[in-house]
Antibody
Framework: EVQLVESGGGLVQPGGSLRLSCAAS????????MNWVRQAPGKGLEWVAC????????YYAGFVKGRFTISRDNAKNSLDLQMNILRAEDTAIYYC??????????WGRGTLVAVSS | QSALTQPASVSGSPGQSITISCTGT?????????VAWYQQHPGKVPKLLIY???YRPSGVSIRFSGSKSGNTASLTISGLQAEDEADYYC????????????FGGGTRLIVL
């Protein structure tokens, strides 16, 4: 089955760190660019970051400002998002999404990140 | 504030057609033919409906169609059905400051 499964979400204090992971299966992971997209409670979708097939080119939304790092391991079919200096406004469901920046055709179910003291 | 502007809500009766607009700039919608539309039911994962302005992925109903004029893209849903009630988001490839993707704020479709 073609799917993406996120993990690693949870409750973290402001200023803390969290590492999200996404396990891909059912397709040739190395053929696709991968992204993280988030959705705050009751709010809209917001693109976070993209990594190209090889992992060498990475792009980030402006609000990341050096706090987040996207990475991938094509041998393990996995995508990660290291999040540092977390703020309350980073509270959201974080989705792993397949696709280049034109569109996202496969989404995971998401993992919830809550930043609160 | 979202990068792309969508109406907060639209409504229509079963069988009717509705159109949702999505307005951007020359750096995103106006500068590239890379507009996508997504449908999201409450508590569910977004589903790709339209990509590259007017292409439908396999399995998406022909009732959904996309178009673009200048800096504004549109999603039209014809033959409205009760199950179409959901949130709809547009997105675009963007080269505003760096390469990125931008989303609209979302439109709630209410089927009367």
């Amino acid at each position: 089955e073609v799917q993406l499964v996120e993990s690693g979400g949870g409750l973290v204090q402001p200023g803390g760190s969290l590492r999200l992971s996404c396990a891909a299966s059912g397709f040739t992971f190395s053929d696709y660019e991968m992204n993280w997209v988030r959705q705050a409670p009751g709010k809209g979708l917001e693109w976070v970051a993209c990594v190209r097939n090889s992992g060498t080119s990475k792009y980030y939304a402006g609000f990341v400002k050096g706090r987040f790092t996207i990475s991938r391991d094509n041998a393990k079919n996995s995508l990660d998002l290291q999040m540092n200096i977390l703020r309350a406004e980073d509270t959201a469901i974080y989705y792993c999404a397949r696709g280049d920046l034109r569109y996202f055709d496969l989404w995971g179910r998401g993992t919830l990140v809550a930043v609160s003291s | 504030q979202s990068a792309l502007t969508q109406p907060a809500s639209v409504s229509g009766s079963p069988g009717q057609s509705i159109t949702i607009s999505c307005t951007g700039t020359n750096s995103d919608i106006g500068g590239h033919n890379y507009v996508a539309w997504y449908q999201q039911h409450p508590g569910k994962v977004p589903k790709l409906l339209i990509y590259d302005v007017n292409y439908r992925p396999s399995g998406v109903s022909i009732r959904f169609s996309g178009s673009k004029s200048g800096n504004t893209a549109s999603l039209t849903i014809s033959g409205l059905q009760a199950e179409d009630e959901a949130d709809y988001y547009c997105s675009s490839y963007s080269t505003t400051s760096s390469v990125s993707a931008v989303f609209g704020g979302g439109t709630r479709l209410i089927v009367l």
